[in-house]
């Protein structure tokens, strides 16, 4: 080997060092003879990665759609990275299927084995080990490939620390810096068939199986554990170990349709479009919710059923509709302001626009007022608790600023308890109030947070159910003023 060709193949080897992407990269092409279409999933994924890789990261969690790039990256070209940073790492990688992670570890073979690879970092692979389920490198590392279920007594993963040592890494790699003391990882990668997600004696076989078997199968503490999966269940076993374990996961939540200051784009456009993504919601809400978007919900328990839709707003008759708002400001920082416009008829409520937002009032208020005036609104409500007389006085200055004089903002403070309100009037909100045909698109956020709302359990978000519920309970008062009974 000349000179030139000696430093070239340092250089490959210092670049792919700084992180596994660039190892994705070169590699992907080297194998397959086409470029890897990094999405920004992938680089946030190679960052995670490259943390557990350094040692920062022990317990890795990554919840991503199916048909994302998740398998090749996070298993055949972390488990190849990892051998080529180290030949004396030790891999476990399991998955719901057999076949499936019989494919994997003959294809991470298949990388170890490439000419390139091979140039770059030397050969790793023992000869006369062809093994689909077990192959090892000349220095004692390898892989162990089986499903969730199947025989994992008798293999580690990782290296015992004292094995680890600076004189190892010299000999390897005397004129740079290359070597790493990263010794092999479990890899996850869907440990449960979506299928058997409903199953709960499946889920709970699974559960129970990391915890008796999987999770001691590490040969040190500083062994990592990384899950890839889509989510299936709020109870599948990212869920579990978030319950379990809460604050030592890390976990990177990856959902397709992302949500930015009210706006939605696709996470890879070369893979789903938005319109794409809204077609695949509307074939099946909970799928799309739990594998896509990464936001388990429970198929029963939910507070609403079902909402009520309209194509077109009912004819407006002088004294028996009215264009009214109802606003719930933000108790706290982790709160939303929910203000809502609609229709007031004697049998329905016509929900014409929404404002959905943590952003500050210095936003909230002028963006309610313009709202207001927007749809002709003739009564505002507001709630008062918590700074909610300052807002509707903001408010109704910006109104005026606006030129509307017509707009009449009245303020009220709510004592009841907010569980109970939502309860009560659950049957009321899913049989009298009509949302437009599209508002799941209008209002991603607000719709995610009603339609997830449960009955029992703690709710993470209830701004946008507490305001609903306040809207019927205006219009039931009204109307018992009016003896006028509300079913």
């Known amino acids: 080997m000349s000179s030139n060709q000696y430093n070239l193949l340092l250089a490959h080897r210092e670049l792919m060092s700084v992180s596994i992407r660039h190892y994705v990269k070169e590699l992907f092409y080297q194998q397959y003879q086409k470029n890897f279409i990094f999405g920004e999933h992938h680089l946030k994924i190679c960052d995670a990665l490259d943390k557990v890789i350094r040692g920062e990261t022990k317990k890795l969690i990554i919840n991503i759609a199916p048909r994302y790039g998740k ?250 509709t009215q264009r009214k708002n109802y606003t719930d400001t933000a108790d706290t920082g982790s709160d939303s302001l929910c203000s809502i416009c609609y229709i ?39 709630e008062s608790n918590n700074g909610g007389r300052g807002f509707a006085r903001n408010v109704e200055s910006n109104l005026r600023k606006l030129g509307n004089f017509k707009t009449k903002i009245t303020t009220f403070t709510q004592g009841a308890n907010k569980q109970v309100r939502i309860f009560s009037h659950s049957a009321e909100v899913c049989n009298m109030v009509y949302f437009p045909v599209n508002w799941e698109r209008k209002w991603p956020e607000f719709a995610r947070d009603m339609k997830a709302f449960r009955k029992e359990g703690r709710n993470a978000h209830d701004d946008a159910p507490d305001c609903v519920t306040g809207m019927v309970e205006k219009h039931r008062s009204k109307n018992k003023k009016k003896g006028v009974e509300v079913f």
């Not at 809204?278 to 896509?292: G, I, S």
């Open 71 to 320: 398998t090749e990256l996070c298993v055949k070209m972390f488990i190849s990275y990892g051998l080529a940073l180290n030949p004396r790492a030790k891999f476990i990688h399991l998955s719901y299927s057999s076949n499936l992670v019989m494919d994997n570890s003959v294809c991470t073979k298949d990388l170890v084995a490439n000419e390139y690879y091979k140039h770059v970092f030397g050969s790793r692979l023992t000869p006369g080990r062809n093994s689909k389920c077990r192959w090892d490198t000349n220095e004692g590392g390898g892989v162990y490939a089986t499903s969730t279920l199947g025989q994992i007594t008798g293999f580690s993963a990782g290296v015992v620390d004292e094995e680890q040592d600076e004189h190892y890494i010299e000999k390897y790699y005397p004129e740079t810096n290359y070597g790493s003391k990263f010794g092999g990882a479990i890899v996850i990668d869907d440990p449960i068939k979506p299928e058997d997600a409903l199953n709960e004696n499946a889920r709970e076989a699974v559960n129970r199986r990391f915890e008796t078997t999987i999770r001691n199968r590490v040969n040190s503490r500083n062994t990592p554990i990384v899950i890839i999966m889509q989510r299936v269940h709020e109870h599948d076993l990212c869920g579990y170990l978030m319950e379990k374990e809460p604050g030592e996961w890390t976990v990177l939540s990856l959902p397709c349709l992302v949500e930015e200051n009210g706006e939605e784009r696709a996470l890879w456009p070369f893979k789903h479009t938005v319109d794409e993504l809204h077609k695949l919601r509307d074939v099946n809400d909970f799928v799309f919710e739990t594998q896509y978007q990464q936001n388990p919900t429970p198929i029963e328990g939910f507070m609403y059923p079902s909402f009520r839709t309209y194509d077109s707003l009912p004819i407006e008759e002088p004294g028996k």
């Open 344 to 382: 007031e008829t004697e049998t329905g409520i016509f929900v014409t626009d929404v404002l959905y937002t943590k952003r500050s009032m210095e936003y909230t208020e002028p963006e309610t007022a313009r709202m207001l005036n927007l749809n002709d609104t003739e009564v505002a409500i507001i």
